[in-house]
């Protein structure tokens, strides 16, 4: 059983930035892949970005390449999202979430663990 832990929302304005983290008690990265999802009101959960331990670029969505980053600290056991030029429609809950695989997916419905949820809202 992995849990997910994440922290770092907040409020901000237009064009500002935040740093999220998600605090995993997973012993090994190895074999997991990690990613960011997020839900806005009334629209369904969507892929922000995902990283692969075994390698490889992350994969970003299209709506936040070139202001949003994924990196992690294997000391920590901790991945983190860097969002830049923050837009209002960047407003939703940020939920890490993890699948024992090698492949990114897109598709939250393939990670088998998630977070409980961190809230970002940009004002315009």
């Known amino acids: 059983q992995v849990q997910l832990v994440e922290s770092g929302g907040g409020l901000v304005q237009a064009g500002g930035s935040l740093r999220l983290s998600c605090a995993t008690s997973a012993r090994t990265f190895s074999g997991i892949t990690m990613a960011w999802f997020r839900q806005a009101p009334g629209k369904e959960r969507e892929f922000v970005v995902g990283?692969?331990?075994?390698?490889?670029?992350?994969n970003y969505a299209d709506s936040v390449k070139g202001r949003f980053t994924i990196s992690r600290d294997n000391t920590k056991n901790t991945v983190y999202l860097q969002m830049n030029s923050l837009k209002p429609e960047d407003t939703a809950v940020y939920y890490c979430?993890?699948?024992?695989?090698?492949?990114?997916?897109?598709?939250?419905?393939?990670?088998?663990?998630w977070g409980q949820g961190t809230q970002v809202t940009v004002s315009s």
């Open positions: 979430a993890a699948r024992a695989s090698t492949i990114v997916s897109v598709v939250s419905g393939l990670y088998n663990y």
């Open positions: 990283i692969s331990w075994s390698g490889g670029r992350p």
